[in-house]
């Protein structure tokens, strides 16, 4: 189990440092019974996160009839990750290269929204940024990859998927926090103007990351 926790640490990064959530988080913190809604959209988070990794393991075929682990199968689909995800980089690089220098980043409507949002709204948007955000997606996706390269009974595979899920939710746990210090809520002002202006570069960041290290991964267990 340890191998596998070790081989699965990396990818918690994606979710750490990934921008959206951080940022709803903090619009849901500053509106109205902000605590109560950012507590529902962090453990929504959470399960959400959690349930996705242990689904994700289960059908890449973790462990087959025999108990022996697929490395061949989970190689190839770590080159063709990588591989989209440089692409994904790449073409958004060059859209960032084509912006007007020194514009203003947009609040995405999503996050304005969040304001007014009723309760399911919020367990939906928590639930969708784990499978429609590439970064969170390519780093539940690279955890249940490494997790798969090693047999375990079902039980190791829980512990794996719940550590890696509190590890890599520490940046979306960050401003709760930072709500129980005085002066937290000019904190997260600045916190949210900083993650909406730098979100895009960010995201590209983590994009680029995790192309190169699925596609090194996948290489290695290739060419192993």
Do not use: C
């Not at 007007?100 to 304001?115: L, N, T, Y």
């Not at 390519?138 to 595979?157: C, D, K, N, T």
């Not at 520490?170 to 103007?193: D, I």
């Amino acid at each position: 189990m340890g191998k596998a926790f070790a081989d699965m640490l990396p990818y918690t990064l994606g979710l750490v440092v990934s921008p959206f959530p951080v940022v709803a988080v903090v619009a849901l913190l500053i509106s109205a019974n902000g605590r109560t809604k950012a507590l529902l959209f962090e453990v929504t988070w959470l399960i959400m996160s959690w349930v996705v990794l242990l689904v994700l393991i289960a059908l890449l075929g973790a462990v087959d009839t025999t108990g022996h682990a697929k490395p061949a199968w989970l190689g190839w689909i770590s080159v063709i990750i990588g591989a989209l995800l440089l692409v994904m980089a790449f073409a958004g690089i060059r859209r960032a290269a084509r912006r007007k220098e020194g514009k203003a980043a947009e609040v995405p409507r999503w996050i304005a929204a969040m304001d007014h949002m009723t309760k399911p709204k919020i367990i939906g948007v928590a639930a969708m940024l784990i499978v429609a955000n590439p970064v969170n997606l390519a780093s539940v996706a690279g955890g249940a990859i490494a997790a798969a390269h090693e047999p375990l009974p079902p039980g190791g595979y829980l512990i794996l998927a719940a550590v890696f899920v509190v590890i890599g939710s520490t940046g979306v746990l960050a401003p709760y926090v930072t709500t129980l210090s005085g002066g937290g809520e000019r904190r997260l002002q600045r916190m949210r103007g900083w993650l909406i202006q730098h979100n895009g570069a960010l995201t590209l960041l983590m994009i680029l990351v995790f192309g190169v290290l699925f596609l090194a991964k996948g290489l290695r267990g290739l060419l192993a």
